[in-house]
C-alpha cells in the first residue's frame, strides 16, 4: 500500500516486471526501489514504535524462520499469504 501511494510510477513498473518479466514481488521491488516492501514495513513499523512482535511480524512474513525473536506471528502472516494465493485472493506479493 505504501508503494502504490506514494510511488505509483514506481508501482507500475513492478507489476510490469512481475507480470510481464515473471519476477517476483521482492525481485522486481528491489530492481525498481532497491527495497523490498517488508523492508518497507519494517522501517514503518519501527517508526510508529509497533510492539517488536508485530516487527517481527511485517519485517519477516515472506522469510518466517529469520524472525528471531517472535517467528510465530511472521508464520501466521506468511501462511495467510499461502492461503489467499491458493484461494485466488490477490498475490500476496508471492508472485
Ligand atoms: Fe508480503
Given at each position: 500500500?505504501?508503494?502504490f501511494q506514494y510511488f505509483p510510477r514506481e508501482f507500475d513498473e513492478i507489476l510490469l516486471l512481475v507480470n510481464e518479466e515473471g519476477?517476483?514481488?521482492?525481485?522486481?521491488?528491489?530492481?525498481?526501489?532497491?527495497?523490498?516492501?517488508p523492508e518497507i514495513?519494517?522501517?514503518l513499523a519501527e517508526t510508529w514504535n509497533?510492539?517488536?512482535e508485530l516487527i517481527d511480524g511485517i519485517a519477516h512474513h515472506h522469510q518466517p524462520a529469520a524472525a528471531e525473536n517472535h517467528p510465530e506471528i511472521a508464520m501466521l502472516v506468511h501462511l495467510s499469504d499461502i492461503l489467499c494465493k491458493m484461494f485466488q485472493m490477490g498475490s500476496g506479493g508471492m508472485n
Open positions: 500500500m505504501v508503494i519476477m517476483s514481488f521482492l525481485e522486481a521491488e528491489r530492481t525498481v526501489l532497491d527495497v523490498t516492501h514495513g519494517w522501517w509497533l510492539p517488536t
